[in-house]
T-cell receptor
Framework: DTEVTQTPKHLVMGMTNKKSLKCEQH?????MYWYKQKAKKPPELMFV???????INESVPSRFSPECPNSSLLNLHLHALQPEDSALYLC????????????????FGPGTRLTVL | TQLLEQSPQFLSIQEGENLTVYCNSS?????LQWYRQEPGEGPVLLVT?????EVKKLKRLTFQFGDARKDSSLHITAAQPGDTGLYLC???????????FGTGTRLKVLA
């Protein structure tokens, strides 16, 4: 099984709201990623967790706060977002020496479509 | 800055035609993936290539990794409307677990 799940599928929030996006994988992968994707563009990397530690932050504004509670879960906490943050948010995982699936490959979840009003 | 350039950016063809999409870089990659993405959905993995010169086939799709592991191509034979979508290549440079995405190729196959 090479499945990454994301919830919710769709999210509409106001600029003063606090919400969270969730991602889960059960492949035993040790690296997990958050990407942001605007329409008709490739995904842009936001954060990378390796062995449950934040290893890459691509200068993402502090209104986005990642969290990795354990090796299977990845959250993205959202607070005081702007309308320009509306996008498809993708979670991915890769082996980094652990778990199943093709080595050295990222597997993506279905994404959360976020709309900020 | 490591970049992966894809060409063409857009392609509109008739059903039954063949096409090739290219993914080029000046950097060396440990591996390279090809994905297909539908609007509003996550990228779906098509293939991973890891060895220079490697050729992989997936039904009507043929993938090749360059000998120097800097470039790759995707060839589709007898395209069908179901092949329509955004094709993305992504490479992982040696020594990092950060993947570099290509600029994307938007394919439309007309019935």
């Amino acid at each position: 099984d090479t499945e990454v799940t994301q919830t919710p599928k769709h999210l509409v929030m106001g600029m003063t709201n606090k919400k969270s996006l969730k991602c889960e994988q059960h492949m035993g992968h040790r690296a997990m990623y958050w990407y942001k994707q605007k329409a008709k563009k490739p995904p842009e990397l936001m954060f990378v967790y390796s062995y449950e530690k934040l290893s890459i932050n691509e200068s993402v504004p502090s209104r986005f706060s990642p969290e990795c509670p354990n090796s299977s879960l990845l959250n993205l906490h959202l607070h005081a977002l702007q309308p320009e943050d509306s996008a498809l948010y993708l979670c991915a995982s890769s082996s980094q020496g652990g778990g199943t699936g093709k080595g050295d490959t990222q597997y993506f979840g279905p994404g959360t479509r976020l709309t900020v009003l | 800055t490591q970049l992966l350039e894809q060409s063409p950016q857009f392609l509109s063809i008739q059903e039954g035609e063949n096409l090739t999409v290219y993914c080029n870089s000046s950097s060396v990659f440990s591996s390279l993936q090809w994905y297909r993405q539908e609007p509003g959905e996550g990228p779906v993995l098509l293939v991973t290539v890891v060895t220079g010169g490697e050729v992989k086939k997936l039904k009507r799709l043929t993938f090749q990794f360059g000998d120097a592991r800097k470039d790759s191509s995707l060839h589709i034979t007898a395209a069908q409307p179901g092949d329509t979508g955004l094709y993305l290549c992504a490479g992982r440079p040696s020594g990092t677990y950060k993947y570099i995405f290509g600029t994307g190729t938007r394919l439309k196959v007309l019935a």
